[in-house]
């Protein structure tokens, strides 16, 4: 006989006074309670020794589905696998699986905090929009279509934030993957543009001399702390990359050889190039560097509030837009929105007029193209020195006037 969904229906919870077994096909066969529960099971040989395995009780497993199941179990079993012990191992895996906020942080600790200058940042961007979606999610059971509504609402809203997503995402389950906690990685051929439509705007900004003088003005005049209104001339004298001075330490300022050494864990193309990037120490510049030293008794040149830690992404960030403000509101001045970045976009841009283009991005820490930046490993401090003093020369004449 084979089963149907009436005879099951009909003798679902209809009491009898011992266990009944009824065949189906295929060596399935249904195990009936003597108060009427119907459960679905498999019996098959392996190894010579006789099993039986439980598929799912009726109603909440149709006949229909168990027939499935039951095929499934068959074909691990022609695979030389044992069913029941399969099924064991992946409801162990199930209880014991990683979540994803797990493997974040495992990831975060281990990997991040170490390698990335913005580990601080992706952690708040996963925190703000990944984590509490699916954090608690076992990781190995998230699915790309639930990934891709993240990514693709952020990247309607929040491009920026929605690339730094997907960039880190894909490190954290390659990283997750080499420690086989998860089989595929869902994102893996996920690409920025051609998947969420974020386009790389090239950016031009770069602050005219009117717009440095009202800026230089601003900086002068704002209620900001000492520190931050040294932290944004040096911006801009050095045209460095900012985060090479808010990690820099006061070691790093050697003030009797009046020259600047960025290590080569604090710049950006030291990181891979293995070189510092050394610079010029003007006396307008070594004003400011001693002025700073002396509001923080650690060893860190910029601190936050606490003066225990160096100083933070978020607040230097923010300068800007409070200088831009502070124009508006005072001197009715508006000016079209730039960040840090952009003073050093204005610096560099400057420099061309006072140096050739292998001093000038050797200032910026750039490194020189081709084999020359492979063989020349020239300081050019004098060269760069003259250019400076034009530079700084400009500056105090623009605003001043």
């Not at 990181?271 to 560097?289: D, F, Q, S």
């Amino acid at each position: 006989m084979s089963l149907s969904e009436a005879w099951l229906k009909a003798n679902n919870g209809k009491a009898r006074n011992k266990v009944e077994e009824v065949a189906d096909r295929d060596s399935m066969s249904v195990r009936i309670s003597p108060k009427g529960k119907i459960v679905f099971q498999l019996r098959y040989r392996f190894a010579g020794k006789a099993e039986r395995l439980d598929l799912g009780t009726y109603p909440h497993l149709s006949l229909k589905d168990a027939r499935a199941k039951a095929h499934e179990m068959r074909a691990l079993l022609d695979q030389g696998q044992n069913p029941k012990v399969e099924v064991r191992v992946q409801q162990q895996r199930y209880i014991d699986a990683s979540t994803l906020s797990d493997v974040f942080n495992d990831w975060y600790e281990s990997y991040c905090l170490k390698k990335k200058k913005s580990a601080a940042d992706i952690k708040s961007s996963f925190e703000l929009h990944v984590l509490p979606e699916i954090g608690d999610l076992p990781i190995d059971r998230i699915t790309l279509q639930q990934w891709l509504a993240i990514l693709e609402d952020l990247a309607e809203e929040i491009p920026s934030i929605a690339e730094r997503v997907l960039t880190n995402a894909k490190q954290v389950l390659k990283w997750a993957k080499k420690r086989e906690l998860i089989e595929v990685n869902p994102l893996s051929d996920i690409y920025a543009k051609e998947d969420l439509g974020i386009e790389k705007n090239r950016v031009k900004r770069v602050l005219t001399d009117e717009e440095i003088s009202m800026v230089w003005k601003a900086i002068d005049e704002s209620k900001t702390l000492q520190k931050n209104k040294i932290f944004l001339k040096l911006c801009l004298m050095f045209g460095c990359r900012n985060g090479e001075l808010r990690s820099a330490k006061k070691k790093d300022f050697d003030l009797k050889r009046k020259v600047w050494v960025v290590p080569v864990d604090n710049n950006k193309v030291g990181r891979k190039t293995g070189r510092e990037i050394i610079r010029p120490i003007l006396p307008e510049m070594e004003e400011l560097i001693v002025e700073a030293m002396a509001h923080n008794d650690t060893d860190y040149f910029l601190t936050n509030d606490n003066d225990v830690t160096p100083m933070g992404n978020g607040a230097s960030i923010a300068l800007p837009g409070n200088i831009m403000e502070r124009l508006r509101r005072h001197h009715n001045y508006h000016m079209n929105h730039w960040t840090l970045h952009d003073l050093r976009r204005t610096a560099r841009t400057n420099f061309s007029a006072f140096t050739s283009r292998d001093v000038a991005e050797l200032m910026i820490g750039h490194v020189m193209s081709g084999e020359q930046g492979t063989y020349d490993y020239f300081d050019y401090i004098p060269q760069q020195t003259a250019a400076y003093e034009k530079w700084l020369e400009k500056l105090k004449t623009i605003t001043e006037s």
